[in-house]
């Protein structure tokens, strides 16, 4: 979008100078001044109303291209921002299983998940968004989101790291036990996921006002609260879960 944008800047000081140039020249011939022998003002009247024109047509060009690139932005931001609000729900759906059913839970539980949400948090930064008002409310929110929402995501997201660390720990203890060494409890798992369940409200709640501002900024396009319940709602508990509706479907 700021390629488009500096475009259209640029076509329309360029259109604006032909503009004046091709005036001065049809004043001049209005006037009948002398005209220059080996360069007509019919020919300079010519080559720069076409060039007006010209610049005219490309101006039309790409100020509906700069539309239709604006709306495409749109979408893209809100889909990688509605994509990476899903995978910190899943995230949230994985800690509290894990949190009440210990007996299952392995070191790379969250890895894919962590790695999903690394790759959409930095997509949605990296996003090329740059309408001509600098008002404009989902430039303010895509800038809101580059300055607060994202260290708080990378900073949960270097946390959920921490979950491996503690599945190691507590596995080495658990081997020191069943070995006659006294390594004190295996609670660091349990306590991390514990933490982490807390830690993922404040990214989860300030993705979900950035997500419904959007939507409110294009006049409900996306229909984000509906949306937003239907996602929650529709997240199995477990893989196992998933596993036992896919062989059930008919």
């Given amino acids: 979008m700021r390629s488009n944008v500096k475009t259209i800047k640029l076509t329309t000081v360029l259109s604006i100078i032909m503009a004046v140039i091709t005036y001065l020249i049809s004043i001049r011939c209005a006037l009948g001044l002398e005209e220059l022998k080996w360069l007509p003002d019919t020919f300079l009247l010519a080559v720069f109303g076409g060039a007006f024109a010209s610049m005219i047509v490309v101006l039309i060009c790409e100020i509906s291209r700069y539309h239709e690139n604006r709306e495409s932005t749109e979408t893209f931001l809100y889909s990688h921002l ?44 990296f ?3 740059a309408p001509f008002r600098s008002n404009n409310p989902i430039l303010a929110e895509k800038e809101n989101y580059n ?71 294009c006049n409900d396009r996306y229909n984000w609260p509906q949306v937003r319940d239907s996602m929650v709602k529709g ?16």
Avoid: W
């Fill in 127 to 129: 996003i090329d968004y």
């Fill in 235 to 250: 997240i199995p508990d477990t893989q196992i879960d998933i596993l036992e509706q896919f062989i059930g479907k008919k």
């Fill in 82 to 125: 509605y994509y990476l609000y899903g995978q910190l729900q899943v995230m949230l759906k994985n800690i509290d299983y894990l949190t009440k059913h210990n007996d299952s839970i392995q070191k790379d539980t969250l890895t894919q998940l962590i790695h999903n949400s690394e790759a959409e948090m930095n997509t949605v930064f």
């Fill in 147 to 217: 300055r607060i929402v994202f260290p708080v995501i990378r900073s949960f997201l270097q946390d959920c790291r921490m979950f491996e660390v503690a599945v190691l720990t507590d596995e080495i203890k658990k081997l020191k036990r069943e070995s006659g060494i006294d390594s004190g409890t295996e609670d660091n798992t349990i306590l991390v996921l514990m933490k982490l369940s807390l830690l993922i409200q404040e990214p989860l709640s300030l993705l979900d006002a950035l997500l419904l501002k959007i939507d409110q900024s």
